[in-house]
Structures are given as structure tokens and as C-alpha cells.
């Protein structure tokens, strides 16, 4: 099992004027210790799940390509872009650039979307789901054009490109990596079985079915079902008792019985160090074999 770093809380101890160098502090640790992947929430206003929208929220790739400059082993995505936030072509050069910049360490996580209050508190598309799974598709195939380096034009149901031109292309071959988030079981998975390369799903009981959906989705398009890396996210909260790491290491061992090869971690106190460490030590060398 690989274990990833997630963070989706940008409310640091210092405040805005000290974020920067916290989340520096933080990345390159987890660089430095060991861990396999950096993902950061790509929202505009933070989520219920975390606290109220008025809580500090980061632009999602403005803040990797910061962290790309502070680390050299991280790879680096978002957790997940919806769909409707960046135009294809546009988002295609964005995870071009930081995969160059950071030499071919980007991925690219994306999905439907969900939090319409962000979108239009600034303004910003949200249409309804139907139309943001197809959006999905064709956002899917442009990317993929782009990254393959095809200048033909591109005239989708709600896209036309005229020149999809990328240059410079990424340094990841054949593509950066695609991470599609969501469990949905007719749209969701059957993209992941037909253009990505690795599903992210909830950390819950229904992962097997989830899987043998997929298994099933990737039977019909002809795709090699163990190819496709399964990933999911785990909320780490130490507490005081922060040498306290039985309960992670049943929570991974759980997720890999099921199937899942890498987890990304998210700690209740992003910006403290210790746990970081912990991780590193007593509970990485533990799983590595899962």
C-alpha cells in the first residue's frame, strides 16, 4: 500500500500572513519522510465537512505549483477538480505546466462536481448533473488529445476547439496520470474503466461492490481491470495521543482487504509535524506490504 498526503484545510495556526511557510514546513516533510503523494481539495469556498464556506480556501493548483517549487519526490493533484471550474483546454495546460515545472510529478484528479453554493457565490458555471457528466466525458477526451498531441480540431456537444494545441507537452508519458473521484456506479466507474487511471472512492463498506461494478465496466470496454490503481482518503485525528497508531493501521489494513493499493491521509491538525513523523515511522514500513 502507498500512502499520500492530503490536505483540504487552510486555516493555519499562524493565520494568512504565516501560510505559506507552514505549508511549506508541512510539504517538505512529507517529501522528506517518505510519502508517495501530495493532494490538495480544489474547492473555492471550503466545504461543510471541514467548516463554515468563510474558513480560508486556497486555490487548488495555484497552491501545488507553490508546493512543487518547496519538493522533489511528491507527486502532486487535486482531490478532486470539478468539472465545470476550468474550461478542458485550459485545465490541460494548467496540469501541463505544473507537470513540467515540477519535472513530470502531476497527476490529474477530477470529477462531476457537487457544491453549487461556491459556483455561485463567484459567478462560475453549474449545470446540472447530467450535463457535468458530459462535460466529464469531453472534458476526458480533450485532455487526452492534448496530452497525445493532436492538433485536430475538437467539436463536442458543449466544447469546440479549433486548435488544441499543447506545447510544451508534458513530461509524464504517456499523460500525467488520471484520478477520477466518486463511486457512481453508471457514469462514474464506467469513466474510470474507459479513460483513467485510477478511481478515488469513500472509505466505506461498499468498496467491494464499488469494485466489482468497475471490474464489470472494464469487462465491457475491453480494459485490463488491474491496471487501474484504487485509491481512497482516510481522516486521521491523533488527538493528544499522537503515538497512539493501532487504529490507522486497522483503518489501511481494513481498506486493502477490500482492494484499495493506495490511501491518501488527511490529518486533523494539518500543520503539525509530529503525526507526519509518526506516520513515516510506525505505520508506513507496517503497511507497505498490504
Given at each position: 500500500?502507498r500512502?499520500g498526503?492530503?490536505i ?7 493565520g ?9 514546513q508541512v ?9 508517495d ?12 465537512m471541514?467548516?463554515?464556506?468563510e ?7 495555484t ?20 468539472v465545470h ?14 507537470d513540467?515545472l515540477?519535472?513530470g510529478?502531476?497527476?490529474?484528479g477530477?470529477g462531476?462536481?457537487w457544491?453549487a453554493d461556491?459556483s ?11 450535463e457535468r457528466?458530459?462535460?466529464l466525458e469531453?472534458?476526458?477526451q480533450?485532455v487526452l488529445q492534448?496530452?497525445?498531441g493532436?492538433?485536430?480540431?475538437m ?11 499543447n506545447?510544451p507537452?508534458s513530461?509524464s ?6 484520478v477520477i473521484g466518486?463511486?457512481?456506479?453508471q457514469k ?10 485510477a478511481?478515488?472512492?469513500?472509505a ?6 464499488k ?5 464489470a ?6 480494459r485490463?481491470?488491474?491496471?487501474i ?13 499522537v503515538d497512539n497508531?493501532?487504529?490507522?493501521i486497522?483503518a489501511?489494513?481494513?481498506?486493502a482487504?477490500?482492494?484499495?493499493q ?26 507497505a506490504?498490504?
Amino acid at each position: 500500500m502507498r500512502i499520500g498526503l492530503s490536505i483540504a484545510d487552510f486555516t493555519a495556526p499562524g493565520g494568512p500572513a504565516c501560510l505559506g511557510q507552514q505549508l511549506s514546513q508541512v510539504a517538505v516533510a512529507a517529501d522528506q519522510l517518505g510519502f508517495d503523494a501530495l493532494s490538495v481539495m480544489d474547492h473555492f469556498f471550503q466545504i461543510r465537512m471541514i467548516g463554515p464556506p468563510e474558513r480560508e480556501m486556497l486555490e487548488g493548483y495555484t497552491t501545488l505549483a507553490f508546493i512543487a517549487g518547496q519538493t522533489r519526490r511528491l507527486t502532486l493533484g487535486t482531490m478532486v477538480t470539478g468539472v465545470h471550474y476550468r474550461h478542458p483546454g485550459i485545465l490541460a495546460k494548467i496540469v501541463t505546466t505544473l507537470d513540467v515545472l515540477s519535472g513530470g510529478r502531476a497527476w490529474l484528479g477530477i470529477g462531476a462536481g457537487w457544491n453549487a453554493d461556491e459556483s455561485r457565490g463567484l459567478g462560475a458555471p453549474f449545470p446540472p448533473l447530467k450535463e457535468r457528466f458530459e462535460r466529464l466525458e469531453e472534458t476526458l477526451q480533450i485532455v487526452l488529445q492534448m496530452w497525445a498531441g493532436s492538433e485536430a480540431p475538437m467539436r463536442g456537444q458543449h466544447y469546440t476547439l479549433e486548435r488544441p494545441l499543447n506545447s510544451p507537452q508534458s513530461l509524464s508519458r504517456p499523460h500525467p496520470r488520471i484520478v477520477i473521484g466518486g463511486g457512481g456506479e453508471q457514469k462514474t466507474l464506467r469513466l474510470v474503466a474507459r479513460y483513467a487511471d485510477a478511481c478515488n472512492l469513500f472509505a466505506t463498506p461498499e468498496i467491494p461492490r464499488k469494485l466489482d461494478v468497475l471490474r464489470a465496466h472494464c469487462e465491457a470496454e475491453g480494459r485490463d481491470y488491474a491496471s487501474i490503481e484504487k485509491t481512497s482518503m482516510y481522516i486521521w485525528n491523533p488527538g493528544e495521543d499522537v503515538d497512539n497508531v493501532e487504529p490507522v493501521i486497522q483503518a489501511l489494513r481494513w481498506l486493502a482487504s477490500m482492494g484499495i493499493q493506495r490511501v491518501f491521509i488527511g490529518i486533523s491538525t494539518p500543520y503539525a509535524l509530529k503525526p507526519l513523523e509518526v506516520l513515516a515511522e510506525r505505520v508506513m514500513p507496517v503497511v507497505a506490504d498490504l
